[in-house]
């Protein structure tokens, strides 16, 4: 039972790059989010998804994009990469309202 | 969408009981709190969670008086190993966007 699975692990993007972060979670939960973190700062809420096929914008989705075609998995496209978006992205999945789990995360760098 | 404020930051000393104190005046009905911890370089991890009055298990309580202004996580006979960021979730359990809310979060360093 791996938990929440995000790769890569680190990335370096120039600036115009577009890329996708993988995030697959094994515990047939239904709903996943995805979450930016600043350095020294709290989690953003970029997208998430309470379900195969249903996704909905968080408080930062601007330049993001992502898609929920089956429950275990839930990517995050990065298109036109900007300096903006370096950070580290964080993936969490949950059965209901309770507890959340989250992956190890992905640091990007935008150069 | 209820505002969370914490402490910045604070310090303690091994062996000591920490109490972190959550303000968030305008909590709604439907609204759960909820508590996190962070480690530098992992992704959050979930300690307790509470609607009302006071909620334990193995690593914490939570206490929750009777008008759900306020909340507070404490944390029995910390060690070096609890120095991490404590955030104070509040959100509504009917939309999932609005129960992972984070803020700022609590700084919490444990001293020898």
């Known amino acids: 039972n791996a938990g929440v699975t995000q790769t890569p692990k680190f990335r370096i993007l120039k600036i115009g790059q577009s890329m996708t972060l993988q995030c697959t979670q094994d515990?047939?939960?239904?709903?996943m989010y995805w979450y930016r973190q600043d350095p020294g700062m709290g989690l953003k809420l970029i997208y998430y998804?309470?379900?195969?096929?249903?996704?909905d914008k968080g408080e930062v989705p601007n330049g993001y994009n992502v898609s929920r075609s089956t429950t275990e998995d839930f990517p995050l496209r990065l298109e036109l990469a900007a300096p903006s978006q370096t950070s580290v992205y964080f993936c969490?999945?949950?059965?209901?309202?309770?507890?959340?789990?989250f992956g190890q995360g992905t640091r990007l760098t935008v150069v | 969408l209820a505002k969370t404020t914490q402490p910045i930051s604070m310090d303690s000393y091994e062996g000591q009981e920490v109490n972190i104190t959550c303000s968030h005046n305008?909590?709604?009905?439907?609204?759960?709190i909820t508590w996190y911890q962070q480690f530098p370089s992992q992704g959050p991890r979930f300690i307790i969670q509470?609607?009302?009055t006071k909620v334990t298990n193995e690593v914490a309580s939570l206490f929750i008086p009777a008008d759900r202004k306020s909340s507070t996580l404490s944390l029995p006979r910390v060690s070096l190993s609890d120095t991490a960021v404590y955030y104070c979730l509040v959100g509504d359990i009917r939309n999932a966007g609005n129960m992972l809310t984070f803020g700022g979060g609590t700084r919490l360093m444990v001293k020898p």
């Open positions: 509470g609607y009302k």
């Open positions: 998804s309470v379900g195969a096929g249903i996704t």
């Open positions: 515990m047939n939960h239904n709903y």
């Open positions: 305008n909590i709604a009905t439907n609204d759960y």
């Open positions: 969490a999945s949950s059965y209901d309202y309770t507890e959340a789990f």
